[in-house]
T-cell receptor, first 115, second 113 residues
Framework: EPEVTQTPSHQVTQMGQEVILRCVPI?????FYWYRQILGQKVEFLVS????????KSEIFDDQFSVERPDGSNFTLKIRSTKLEDSAMYFC?????????????FGPGTRLLVL | AQTVTQSQPEMSVQEAETVTLSCTYD???????LFWYKQPPSRQMILVIR??????QNATENRFSVNFQKAAKSFSLKISDSQLGDAAMYFC??????????FGTGTRLQVTL
């Protein structure tokens, strides 16, 4: 069964460093998302991406964040200068496009720790 | 704005028994979808069940079923014949035409012998 994959599974970085989180969505999906989950809290929407552009972003997704689909298969989230509060689990999701059901399938997540 | 409320931070059920997790929501959209996701200790988000708002019939997936009360904006999850592997965090989520998912705060389900 096709699945969303994410790399790395864990990332430790120093405050102020840039990180790139990578995702490979399900191959025939066209809508992509990033969510984050701070430990012990609920999952929060960051950004959605369709047709090579951002379709919606939350107030969390400020100028320190960017997304890109560099090669038609990967979907990346870049944090330019990490802060302690960026420590969280980051989930990539892609959306099933057939039929009416708007189901998003999640990757296994990247656990980011900023020291 | 969309909101999802899960009022039960923790629930406990004995193995083989039935448990119901509650969820209420609010949205101004007429066309929307509701989901339950399971998050085990690995923290992966696993789709459990989904419900289209335009369908009156409650969704069922094996031991999992929902009670969708559209007028009351309620979407509860019933787990029958609970198993040890059902122990996890369960999140209720909502999406409309904007397509982003709005999640509740989750219910931690414990399954005891």
């Amino acid at each position: 069964e096709p699945e969303v994959t994410q790399t790395p599974s864990h990332q430790v970085t120093q405050m102020g460093q840039e990180v790139i989180l990578r995702c490979v969505p399900i191959s025939n999906h066209l809508y992509f998302y990033w969510y984050r989950q701070i430990l012990g809290q609920k999952v929060e929407f960051l950004v959605s991406f369709y047709n090579n552009e951002i379709s919606e972003k939350s107030e969390i997704f400020d100028d320190q964040f960017s997304v890109e689909r560099p090669d038609g298969s990967n979907f990346t989230l870049k944090i330019r200068s990490t802060k302690l509060e960026d420590s969280a689990m980051y989930f990539c999701a892609s959306r099933e496009t057939s039929g009416r059901v708007e189901t998003q399938y999640f990757g296994p997540g990247t656990r980011l720790l900023v020291l | 704005a969309q909101t999802v409320t899960q009022s039960q931070p923790e629930m406990s059920v004995q193995e083989a028994e039935t448990v119901t997790l509650s969820c209420t929501y609010d949205t101004s959209e007429s066309d929307y979808y509701l989901f339950w996701y399971k998050q085990p200790p690995s923290r992966q988000m696993i789709l459990v069940i989904r419900q289209e708002a335009y369908k009156q019939q409650n969704a069922t997936e094996n031991r999992f079923s929902v009670n969708f009360q559209k007028a009351a904006k309620s979407f509860s999850l019933k787990i029958s014949d609970s198993q040890l592997g059902d122990a996890a965090m369960y999140f209720c989520a909502l999406t409309g035409t904007a397509s982003k998912l709005t999640f509740g705060t989750g219910t931690r389900l414990q399954v005891t012998l």
